[in-house]
């Protein structure tokens, strides 16, 4: 089975902190990504990678940047943390393929205060 | 850009019985699929089905079985005899080519099992 690893269930920051989502995929997909998930919006994707050392923006990347040195790790960094960045962040990977379904992690629910 | 729509923000139904979730779909493509998640109250989303563009034939899995009418952009989940377990939100997403497109969700329906 598809591991996807999330470091922190439930993170509590303070505004203008620098903060680091980590996510650790055990399959060596190719493909990973970052949504972000609130209440009557769904998920909207913030950035995403197809192989190592490359990202590319999702629809909401403002206020985030992410990290991909080696293929199983895909990080998400707020540089400054704000209010309106409390939210739960779902990594995700896959292979590449139409058809291939997304893995997901066990999300991170932050509060930034 | 391709959007997805749920148009339930919530659903209910009996244990045992029959619901029906809808889902339409937005695209000038031809080639695509389309999926539908699970995300219980652990917070882990779950495939439930997969639909390619070009079968005409409906997907099933076990009591999970969709309505995929391509020419209404309409991808909807049956879900027969409900059960307990069966309550979460429930997200309808599509991808369209190359294979290497994210997935566009939909805003999710809640969906609740009533004993």
């Known amino acids: 089975d598809v591991k996807v690893t999330q470091s922190s269930r439930y993170l509590v920051k303070r505004t203008g902190e620098k903060v680091f989502l980590e996510c650790v995929q055990d399959?060596?997909?190719?493909?990973m990504f970052w949504y972000r998930q609130d209440p009557g919006l769904g998920l909207r994707l913030i950035y995403f990678?197809?192989?190592?050392?490359?990202?590319e923006k999702g629809d909401i990347p403002e206020g985030y940047s992410v990290s991909r040195e080696k293929k199983e790790r895909f990080s998400l960094i707020l540089e400054s943390a704000s209010t309106n960045q409390t939210s739960m962040y779902l990594c995700?990977?896959?292979?590449?393929?139409?058809?291939?379904?997304?893995?997901f992690g066990n999300g991170t629910r932050l509060t930034v205060t | 850009a391709q959007t997805v729509t749920q148009s339930q923000p919530e659903m209910s139904v009996q244990e045992a019985e029959t619901v029906t979730l809808s889902c339409t779909y937005d695209?000038?493509?031809?080639?695509?699929?389309l999926f539908w998640y699970k995300q219980p109250p652990s917070r882990q989303m779950i495939l439930v089905i997969r639909?390619?563009?070009?079968?005409?034939q409906n997907a099933t899995e076990n009591r999970f079985s969709v309505n995929f009418q391509k020419a209404a952009k309409s991808f909807s989940l049956k879900i027969s005899d409900s059960q307990l377990g069966d309550a979460a939100m429930y997200f309808c997403?599509?991808?369209?080519?190359?294979?290497?497109?994210?997935?566009?969700f939909g805003k999710g329906t809640r969906l609740s099992v009533i004993a």
């Open positions: 995700a990977s896959s292979v590449p393929g139409l058809n291939s379904p997304l893995h």
């Open positions: 399959m060596d997909h190719e493909n």
């Open positions: 990678s197809y192989d190592v050392k490359m990202k």
């Open positions: 997403a599509y991808r369209s080519r190359p294979g290497n497109t994210p997935l566009v």
């Open positions: 639909q390619e563009a070009y079968k005409q």
């Open positions: 695209t000038s493509e031809s080639d695509y699929y």
